[in-house]
């Protein structure tokens, strides 16, 4: 099997990004083993710090945020990050060439259940004009991205990641401390008999996406004619790796729960770096209004709608929208 680094030498990816990718993935193999220690390191459960999200933070997320903090910053070849967990950009090296927004730990709430959890990251180029203190750096649209892609922490450590060149799927091989090339171009199926939304919120949802979901739920008896099933892992990362490999839609739809909050998913380092990915599977990434990766963004931690996975099924629930 191939290692990571010839991999993306044949997509003729800069040598660069390539180590800086290395870096990000360093970090992600001490994550993965600290990970699977759970209860032995005194890992689990909860600080006392809440972060900029308003989200009191677990252990886990403030370790893997320092650790892949200090690695990509040490790089050299960075000119800021931003993370959920942090409140601002933190500044690397003024002539840095790459900008990296990232989610240190997806699916936080399961990190005390044993569940899946991962890390998603996002690359931009770095503008020359701005100094690496400036949050504006980071409003660029997800089209602009240079890579994207998330480890998950599950039974086995994978890494799904796009350069531009199709998605692509790699193991941790842990004997070695390599990531191995596993499925080059993943491609996800346009139709789907699978959805993926938290039920719980569905008195809160838009009528639109009340109506989609009420069509699914009633199967072979109601219009869509055909019976779906539902899955819901509480973690993106692990809900889209499935979508990636089986096809499915999962959305997280805009609510009214919290009129401060209409929206959970961040777009800056959870929805554009799946989206960029899904695409180049042959998926579809969409809010309501429109294509995730042609939001200009306001932000670093804004929140967007996500409606993403099989084409044919996200067209249909576009449908409902119209
Ligand atoms: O708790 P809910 O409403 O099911 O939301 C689950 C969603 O929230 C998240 O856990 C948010 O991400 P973080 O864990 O990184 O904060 C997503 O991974 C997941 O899709
Ligand atoms: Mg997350
Ligand atoms: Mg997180």
């Not at 960075?78 to 997806?106: M, N, Q, R, T, W």
């Not at 996002?122 to 480890?151: R, T």
């Not at 990531?179 to 809160?204: C, G, H, I, K, W």
Request: aromatic share 8%; with cysteine; charged share 20%.
């Amino acid at each position: 099997m191939q290692r990571l680094a010839p991999a993306l030498r044949q997509d003729n990816v800069p040598l660069d990004l390539i180590s800086l990718i290395q870096a990000i993935l360093t970090a992600s193999k001490d994550i993965s083993f600290r990970v699977g220690q759970g209860h032995l390191n005194d890992l689990l459960g909860s600080t006392e710090d809440e972060n900029v999200q308003g989200e009191v933070q677990k252990k886990l997320d403030v370790i893997s945020n320092d650790m892949l903090k200090e690695i990509i910053l040490e790089s050299g070849f960075v000119k800021a990050i931003s993370s959920e967990e942090e409140d601002h950009c933190v500044a690397g090296v003024e002539d840095g060439k790459y900008l990296v927004s990232f989610d240190p730990l997806d699916g936080s709430s399961n990190t005390d259940i044993n569940s899946l959890i991962g890390t998603i990251f996002s690359i931009h180029e770095a503008p020359k004009d701005l100094a690496a203190n400036d949050n504006d750096m980071f409003k660029q649209a997800g089209d602009k991205q240079v890579c994207a892609g998330y480890v998950l922490y599950g039974p086995s450590t994978m890494l799904a990641m796009t350069t531009g060149n199709g998605t692509h799927f790699y193991v941790l091989d842990k004997t070695q401390g390599e990531f191995l090339l596993v499925e080059r171009n993943v491609q996800v199926p346009a139709d789907t008999a699978e959805f993926s939304v938290n039920m719980s919120n569905q008195r809160f949802w838009q009528t639109p996406m009340q109506n989609y979901i009420n069509d699914l739920l009633a199967g072979n008896t109601g219009p869509r004619g055909k019976n779906f099933n539902m899955r819901w892992i509480a973690a993106m990362v692990g809900d889209i790796h499935r979508v990636l490999c089986r096809g499915g839609i999962f959305t997280y739809p805009t609510d009214s729960k919290d009129a401060s909050k209409p929206n959970k998913l961040r777009l800056m380092y959870e929805a554009n770096p799946m989206a960029f990915l899904l695409e180049q599977a042959g998926g579809l990434a969409m809010t309501s209004q429109g294509r995730i990766m042609d939001i200009q963004p306001d932000s670093i931690h804004q929140r967007v709608e996500v409606i993403m996975g099989s084409k044919n099924e996200v067209e249909k629930c576009l449908s409902y929208y119209k």
